[in-house]
Nanobody
Framework: EVQLVESGGGLVQAGGSLRLSCGVS????????IGWFRQAPGKEREGVSC????????YYGDSVKGRFTISSDNAKNTVYLQMNSLKPEDTAVYHC?????????????WGQGTQVTVSS
């Protein structure tokens, strides 16, 4: 059974930091790209970041470049999203997702999500 489990969300003040984790199981980690998406109430889903587990290549959305860093620990089948200099507009439910092959906005599997709230 494929599972993606997010953790690390919470409430933080603007300018603060959080680190999200996405633990995956049920498929060969190295064959997939793992990405983070977010969705705020009333807004469209937005691709935040993605990492290819096979070669480590990364992608960042324009709104988070320079503030967020994605990384993976292949031994632990876990992907992290370090979020620094958080802004109120980063408030959303953050989902990790997996796609076989490379990063794409149509993942094969989704996690349940974790809430990130940034207060001003």
């Amino acid at each position: 059974e494929v599972q993606l489990v997010e953790s690390g969300g919470g409430l933080v003040q603007a300018g603060g930091s959080l680190r999200l984790s996405c633990g995956v199981s049920g498929f060969t980690f190295d064959d997939y790209a793992i990405g983070w998406f977010r969705q705020a109430p009333g807004k469209e889903r937005e691709g935040v970041s993605c990492i290819s587990s096979s070669d480590g290549s990364t992608y960042y959305g324009d709104s988070v470049k320079g503030r967020f860093t994605i990384s993976s620990d292949n031994a632990k089948n876990t992907v992290y999203l370090q979020m620094n200099s958080l802004k109120p507009e980063d408030t959303a439910v953050y989902h990790c997702a997996a796609r076989r092959g490379g990063c794409d906005d149509r993942p094969d599997y989704w996690g349940q999500g974790t809430q990130v709230t940034v207060s001003s």
